[in-house]
T-cell receptor, first 114, second 118 residues
Framework: GDSVTQMEGPVTLSEEAFLTINCTYTATGYPSLFWYVQYPGEGLQLLLK?????DKGSNKGFEATYRKETTSFHLEKGSVQVSDSAVYFCALTRRNSGNTPLVFGKGTRLSVIA | GAVVSQHPSRVICKSGTSVKIECRSL??????MFWYRQFPKQSLMLMATSNEGSKATYEQGVEKDKFLINHASLTLSTLTVTSAHPEDSSFYIC??????????????FGPGTRLTVL
């Protein structure tokens, strides 16, 4: 079945450091890929998404590129802030799949210290 | 952007009582809604998939008589935890999938409901 593997945390960075959170996937066909962020005590917020190969999703300084050849969707940010401290989830769904739910990775906790 | 609300955000109840959690899509129609449960420092566990006007599809191991799901309209789904017990204490999150258009694959999540059963 479909699956998502993301790097285990926690990840601790100093402010303004470069962030990479690795995410790879296994899926039949061409899934849509997502990054969601969860701040403490809150639900998930869509951070960015990509729906086809070589698409780059971007939002709030975060970027991720849909790499079909390596089945990856790594999340990057050039300069993290303390306010970026949260849990990040990589996820996929089959395109135009109606009722199919998201398949999540286990989440990566990021702590940014001043 | 698409907004999903949940009510209540936090509830404390006594063991044996029932609790209803509402999930609404505020500015879009959602033919499909999903209910998740999240334990501390863990990922989301899918409980059930809810389709408007039909019975919910429950994941293996989720008791459908304990977690009653109703999806009465294109903007509202409810989860009722019946005869709640302390082990049902958790963070419950719903999501709604856009019914059509360019964002059709995207799920939007509610802010979650923290249930504590004493």
């Amino acid at each position: 079945g479909d699956s998502v593997t993301q790097m285990e945390g926690p990840v601790t960075l100093s402010e303004e450091a470069f962030l990479t959170i690795n995410c790879t996937y296994t899926a039949t066909g061409y899934p849509s890929l997502f990054w969601y962020v969860q701040y403490p005590g809150e639900g998930l917020q869509l951070l960015l998404k990509a729906t086809k190969a070589d698409d780059k999703g971007s939002n709030k300084g975060f970027e991720a590129t849909y790499r079909k050849e390596t089945t990856s969707f790594h999340l990057e940010k050039g300069s993290v802030q303390v306010s970026d401290s949260a849990v990040y989830f990589c996820a996929l769904t089959r395109r135009n799949s109606g009722n199919t739910p998201l398949v999540f990775g286990k989440g990566t906790r990021l702590s940014v210290i001043a | 952007g698409a907004v999903v609300s949940q009510h209540p955000s936090r509830v404390i109840c006594k063991s044996g009582t029932s609790v209803k959690i509402e999930c609404r899509s505020l500015d879009f129609q959602a033919t499909t809604m999903f209910w998740y449960r999240q334990f501390p420092k863990q990922s989301l566990m899918l409980m059930a998939t809810s389709n408007e006007g039909s019975k919910a599809t429950y994941e293996q191991g989720v008791e459908k008589d304990k977690f009653l799901i109703n999806h009465a309209s294109l903007t509202l789904s409810t989860l009722t935890v019946t005869s709640a017990h302390p082990e049902d204490s958790s963070f419950y999150i719903c999501s709604a999938r856009v019914a059509g258009g360019p964002a059709v694959d995207t799920q939007y999540f509610g802010p979650g409901t923290r249930l504590t059963v004493l």
